[in-house]
């Protein structure tokens, strides 16, 4: 999972990492406000901890919204990965897209299938990461369909 992490953007922002550092940075960096959060804890808890190193609320928000973002970093990773497997045993694979229009419109050749509009299409973009998007129209021969019921290898349009 720290691989994925650490490619998080808005994390990355976070702990002030750029794209050029990322490949060279610790997966340590990471963690580090979480560790220093444990730290503090075991201080606390053991007793050995100076009150003048105590954090004051002003001094905790910044951690906090460290861990909202590495927490919401964590939750996009996991789901995709369980997309990622639900689409490995439950979906029908799309071998090779065509072409896509607009980052929306996906033009590929597929045989046996039955698509509708409303219908979920899994996606994997070029960072392996997997989404659900719902199907809002169907075209085929530049006809728009409700729903289309392939039994042979033809060209369709799928507007996500």
């Known amino acids: 999972m720290n691989d994925k992490l650490i490619h998080n953007e808005q994390l990355n922002n976070k702990i002030d990492l750029s794209k050029e550092k990322i490949a060279k940075t610790q997966k340590d ?3 580090e406000k979480i560790n220093d959060l444990v730290e503090r804890r075991n201080e606390i808890a053991h007793g050995s901890i100076r009150l003048d190193n105590i954090l004051s609320i002003s001094e ?13 970093a964590i939750l996009e990773v996991l789901n995709s990965e369980f997309i990622k497997q639900e689409c490995i045993y439950n979906y029908q694979k799309i071998e090779k897209v065509i072409d ?9 050749k597929i045989e046996k299938y039955h698509a509708k509009v409303s219908d979920i299409l899994i996606i994997e973009n ?28 033809i060209n369709i349009a799928i507007k996500i």
Request: hydrophobic share 40%.
């Open 100 to 108: 896509v229009f607009d980052n929306s419109i996906l033009c590929f």
């Open 60 to 72: 905790l928000e910044p951690y906090i919204d460290f861990l909202e973002i590495y927490c919401q």
């Open 126 to 153: 070029q960072e392996e990461q997997f989404y659900k998007k719902p199907i809002l129209l169907i075209q085929l021969n530049n006809q728009l369909y409700p729903e289309l019921k392939i039994s042979e290898k």
């Open 29 to 31: 960096v990471l963690y």
